[in-house]
């Protein structure tokens, strides 16, 4: 964090084959060791399995799993008075983004499929049927911040 100056974010190039940025986010999360090429065989191969396992737009099944893993409630925790306090707080749009990317990848890679291309498009049509184990994560998420909405006075 700077003192005087702001921070600018960095511009993020469209995806070759879709021109989308979220796509872009999405490989750049997956990528292991910089190893670009390899993560994007991994997505447009989990793109290709979706399109013809589903009669749908594969881009807009990825959306769709996105939008519907991102949380709205978060816990933080808050010293205060020498108890340690779980506060609910709302999440930005941009931490709901990578929350819900970096759940995604996290799930698909802990699936028990063969190869990571058939994880990732499991999990993604999973999502986006409301379904699977990202689902549950953002659901044990709003779950918490919900039983502990008694401390949500102690937001600052």
């Known amino acids: 964090m700077p ?15 879709y021109g989308d940025e979220l796509v872009t986010k999405f490989i750049n999360n997956l990528m292991w060791g910089g190893e ?25 099944v990825f959306k769709r799993a996105v939008d519907n893993t991102k949380p709205q409630l978060e816990v933080k925790s808050r010293r205060v008075g020498g108890a340690t306090y779980q506060v609910p707080i709302e999440v930005r749009m941009a931490r709901g983004l990578s929350l819900s990317i970096r759940w995604l990848i996290q799930s698909s890679r802990a699936r028990k ?15 986006a049927n409301n379904t699977g184990t990202t689902i549950k994560k953002r659901e044990d998420t709003h779950r918490m911040a919900e039983a502990n909405k008694a401390f949500s006075h102690y937001r600052w």
């Open 36 to 60: 670009k090429s390899v993560a994007e065989r991994v997505f447009y191969g989990a793109m290709d399995i979706i399109k013809s396992k589903s009669n749908d737009d594969p881009v807009k």
């Open 113 to 127: 499929e063969y190869t990571m291309k058939e994880r990732l498009a499991a999990e993604l049509m999973d999502a």
């Open 3 to 17: 003192r005087r100056k702001v921070v600018t974010k960095r511009p993020i190039i469209p995806d070759p084959v």
